[in-house]
């Protein structure tokens, strides 16, 4: 493989903000798109060869060959194209369809492959022929890809609009596929490998949830994450965890869980349950320690989070409080704002 931009390369980003960035805020003009929820691809052909590469820089390229062959048949013969891989089930992304692609056995990938397709949408050209982009206007880059990319059932164009009306309209709307908020790009910014330079606006909701347990942090010694629950039908279900605590909190936090400790191993709801965080290993890192030090299920927090993917929060939640006014059998799954309903389909119909 012989390309002006090669491989490994970092992926653009963008940071956090608190409200949507207007075109008056930043001169030159910018672009709203929606935020998709999948694994982040740059996309390298030069003929025949494929290599997908991750936002960590490992190649994605065995486990979607579907991916590989929708290229070949849509991409142009030499070029590099940033995006997103995603599965759409149902007419919403499924990103736990997307984590069970990534399995060590070629037959398993490839009988997948076949079960539930992935798309990839495409929102950024940094190469094409013997021309490197990176240094190009975003305006320019986006035209570009425009023009190369003809949207099949397995490759996409992601929408994009200067309109801040129609991109509010959208975060609204295009949260029930299972969309996250918006990205939002300046025109004139040029491709900048590994730093935060667009901007991201995310739904934030709060949730008040059970905890039930908590990972010691890799350090060791200190409260790493919390485990949160909510109750359905009886059942305390897992939902996520909350973390991205200081030291000195990580060191109060495990005071403050001391008194639930004691006798958590008796009928607690998580050790012979479906329900529980278990202790399989990630996928993203096998040899990450996934057991848990049981507490007690009485203490209520309160945790803000984005949005749910299937009966998990799909992203850490952030502590926000203790609620020692709450009964934990109170904390149910009916307290949780639902989004309503819009296909991916229209989605990746919009223009």
């Not at 390298?44 to 820089?57: A, I, K, M, T």
């Not at 035209?143 to 009306?165: F, G, Y």
């Not at 007690?296 to 993917?309: C, F, G, W």
Request: with cysteine; net charge negative; proline share 7%.
């Amino acid at each position: 493989m012989r390309l002006p931009v090669m491989p490994p390369v970092k992926p653009m980003l963008a940071k956090a903000v608190k409200s949507m960035p207007q075109p008056a805020d930043l001169p030159g003009g910018v672009l709203y798109e929606p935020k998709w929820d999948g694994f982040r691809c740059i996309v390298f052909r030069d003929g025949d060869e494929v290599e997908l590469g991750s936002r960590n820089e490992r190649p994605l390229t065995r486990y979607f060959p579907d991916i590989v062959d929708a290229v070949r048949d849509a991409l142009p013969e030499r070029c590099v194209v940033d995006g997103e891989i995603v599965i759409a089930r149902g007419g919403r992304l499924d990103f736990e369809s997307l984590q069970l692609r990534l399995h060590p056995a070629e037959s398993r990938v490839r009988k997948l492959a076949a079960e539930t397709p992935a798309d990839f949408v495409a929102f950024d050209l940094l190469a094409l022929d013997d021309t490197s982009l990176l240094a190009e206007e975003f305006g320019v880059r986006r035209a570009s890809l425009e023009r190369i990319v003809s949207p099949t059932s397995s490759i996409h164009l992601t929408p994009a609009t200067d309109d801040p009306a129609t991109a509010t309209q959208w975060f609204t709307d295009f949260e029930g596929a299972g969309l996250d908020g918006l990205i939002v790009k300046p025109m004139t910014l040029p491709y900048r490998p590994d730093q935060r330079v667009m901007f991201k606006v995310k739904h934030e909701r709060t949730a008040d949830c059970v905890v039930a347990g908590f990972r010691y942090h890799k350090s060791g010694g200190v409260v790493g994450s919390l485990l949160l629950g909510l109750y359905d039908d009886g059942e305390l279900r897992h939902v996520g965890v909350a973390a991205s605590f200081t030291m000195a909190r990580r060191k109060e936090l495990l005071d403050e869980l001391a008194a639930y400790r004691e006798g958590a191993d008796d009928g607690h709801p998580w050790l012979s349950s479906q329900w529980g965080p278990g202790g399989a290993p990630s996928r993203w890192n096998a040899g990450k320690d996934m057991s848990f030090e049981p507490l007690r299920p009485e203490l209520v927090v309160e945790v803000a989070y984005d949005y749910m993917e299937g009966s998990r929060f799909r992203h850490t939640a952030q502590f926000r409080r203790w609620r020692t006014d709450r009964d934990p059998k109170t904390c149910t799954f009916d307290q949780l704002e639902r989004p309503l309903t819009y296909a991916i389909e229209d989605v990746l119909a919009t223009r």
